[in-house]
């Protein structure tokens, strides 16, 4: 069935460095690939999207790039700081009529002071 | 996102006995969608629904029931035959057209007693 799977688990980075996030999707039809943050005991947040006609979206220190032909995207937070540590959730979606998301298992990210 | 909003915030549920989980959105929007999060686990799709009086099962239907009389309204019964209830619960909406981002409510999370 459909899957998205996420790398990895759990995440350190010193703050000030950059943090990658990679999953990679079965589906060949997925067109969307949304990215959420969610702080402890709160509700996941988008943060970036990147829909399947670019390669590569940018918003400030966060980045997303998308592999259509490897069937992978990537998150990419650069100078990070502790408030970045959070988990983070990636999904997958097509225009089949649902719009179901298929979610990653998520990834802890903590940013060391 | 303050147009989605979950109650209650905490629930606890005592043996046999069935528990409704409300969810209301402002947005005007079609979708809506019920998700269970597990501890340190993903989120997995429980019911949705695309259109008022219309709903289908998600990946982990079996215990749980819906309804969607009106398209702000979209409730959550836990049933008695859920065995293991525990979990944070995420309701969610979107648009219809061409992969719209989810937007979630702040949860409720539900115990046995």
């Known amino acids: 069935g459909e899957n998205v799977e996420q790398h990895p688990s759990t995440l350190s980075v010193q703050e000030g460095d950059s943090a990658v996030i990679k999953c990679t999707y079965s589906?060949?039809?997925?067109?969307?690939f949304p990215w959420y943050k969610q702080e402890l005991g709160k509700r996941p947040q988008l943060i970036i999207d990147?829909?399947?006609?670019?390669g590569e979206k940018k918003d400030q220190r966060i980045a997303v790039t998308l592999n259509k032909t490897a069937k992978h995207f990537s998150l990419h937070i650069t100078e990070t700081q502790p408030e970045d540590s959070a988990v983070y959730f990636c999904a997958a979606s097509k225009n089949s009529g649902t719009y179901k998301y298929i979610f990653g298992t998520g990834t802890r990210l903590k940013v060391l002071a | 996102d303050g147009g989605i909003t979950q109650s209650p915030k905490y629930l606890f549920r005592k043996e046999g006995q069935n528990v409704t989980l409300s969810c209301e959105q402002n947005?005007?929007?079609?979708?809506m969608y019920w998700y269970r999060q597990d501890p340190g686990q993903g989120l997995r799709l429980i019911y949705y629904s695309q259109i008022v009086n219309d709903f289908q099962k998600g990946d982990i239907a079996e215990g749980y029931s819906v309804s969607r009389e009106k398209k702000e309204s979209f409730p959550l019964t836990v049933t008695s035959a859920q065995k293991n209830p525990t979990a944070f619960y995420l309701c969610?909406?979107?648009?219809?057209?061409?992969?719209?981002?989810?937007?979630f409510g702040d949860g409720t999370r539900l115990s046995i007693l």
């Open positions: 947005l005007n929007h079609d979708a």
């Open positions: 990147i829909r399947s006609n670019v």
């Open positions: 589906d060949s039809a997925s067109n969307y």
């Open positions: 969610a909406s979107s648009q219809m057209y061409s992969n719209q981002p989810q937007h």
